[in-house]
Nanobody, 120 residues
Framework: QVHVQESGGGSVQTGGSLTLSCVAS????????MGWFRQAPGKEREWIAY???????HYSKSVQGRFTVTGDVSTKTMYLQMTNLKPENSAMYYC??????????????WGQGTQVTVSS
């Protein structure tokens, strides 16, 4: 059974930093990519970043330049380094793995999420 676990969320003040972690387990194949998403109250879940098996990373415009994805998809471990956080970044952050086509949508496996709260 595939299990995806995020950790590292918490509360920070505006301008602060946090690093989220994601570990996927329970299967032996290497995913094509792993992605980060977030969902704020009353809003739809949005894709923010992904990393591919070959090491390519891509970011949404909303986090480009402030968030960095590291880790190794081949070991199913990924991190999201977030800097200069703003109150509007407050959300539940989710990690996902195994996207059948594009690495921004339709992931097969999801974690339960980790909460990030940024206070002003």
């Amino acid at each position: 059974q595939v299990h995806v676990q995020e950790s590292g969320g918490g509360s920070v003040q505006t301008g602060g930093s946090l690093t989220l972690s994601c570990v996927a387990s329970g299967y032996t194949t290497t995913p094509n990519c792993m992605g980060w998403f977030r969902q704020a109250p009353g809003k739809e879940r949005e894709w923010i970043a992904y990393k591919t098996q070959t090491g390519t990373t891509h970011y949404s415009k909303s986090v480009q330049g402030r968030f960095t994805v590291t880790g190794d998809v081949s070991t199913k471990t990924m991190y999201l380094q977030m800097t200069n956080l703003k109150p509007e970044n407050s959300a539940m952050y989710y990690c996902a793995t195994e996207a059948p086509y594009y690495c921004t949508v339709n992931y097969k496996y999801w974690g339960q999420g980790t909460q990030v709260t940024v206070s002003s």
